[in-house]
């Protein structure tokens, strides 16, 4: 009774006039705001503490030092520390 609704698919193809295989995307714009979210989120919650801005990505010892420095932190972080 209750549940995912019905939907009748059919084979449709149209292939892409963009491209030279007629490939299309699979949905992975629907990706790329998490990460971005994600970091916006953290920076909100240290922002009282005078932070603007942690570089993705957003790894514990990145937040720390920003939270240790009181300021934003740039860049990417060294090989070693992922």
Known sequence: MYGAPHYDLFDVVTPSPHHPLGCKGIGECGCVGGPAAF???????VAHL???NID???LPGRVWEAIRTKGDVPGTPPLAGL
Do not use: E, S
Not at 39 to 44: H, I, K, R
């Open 39 to 45: 970091v916006n989120a953290v920076t909100d919650a």
């Open 50 to 52: 005078g932070v603007r």
């Open 56 to 58: 993705m990505p957003c």
